[in-house]
C-alpha cells in the first residue's frame, strides 16, 4: 500500500525541501510543484506531489489520527 501524507515545507534549496511531518523533519524533492516556505505538500515516496492549502492538510491529519487511534487498522 502507497501512502502520501501532508507535512509543511519548513525550508527550501533548489529542488529539494526540508519538510516538517508533525515534529519529524524529512527531505523531499519539490520540483514537480510550485512550492513556498510555509505551504503545506502532499509527500509520497520522497516527492512533493500536491500543494494543499492548511486547512485541508489539518483535515487530513485529523482523519489519519482517527484511523490509527480506531480498530479499524490491523497489523499482519
Known amino acids: 500500500m502507497c501512502l502520501a501524507v ?3 515545507i519548513v ?4 529542488d529539494m525541501g526540508d519538510v516538517d511531518f508533525g515534529g519529524v523533519t524529512r527531505k523531499a524533492n519539490l520540483s514537480m510543484v ?3 516556505v510555509g505551504d503545506w505538500a502532499v509527500v509520497h515516496a520522497g516527492f512533493a506531489i500536491q500543494i494543499m492549502d492548511e486547512e485541508d492538510a489539518q483535515e487530513t491529519l485529523r482523519l489519519w ?3 490509527l487511534d480506531s480498530d479499524v487498522v490491523t497489523y499482519n
Do not use: L, M
Not at 11 to 14: E, K, L, P
Open 65 to 67: 489520527n482517527e484511523v
Open 34 to 36: 510550485d512550492a513556498n
Open 11 to 14: 525550508s527550501i534549496d533548489g
Open 6 to 8: 501532508p507535512g509543511k
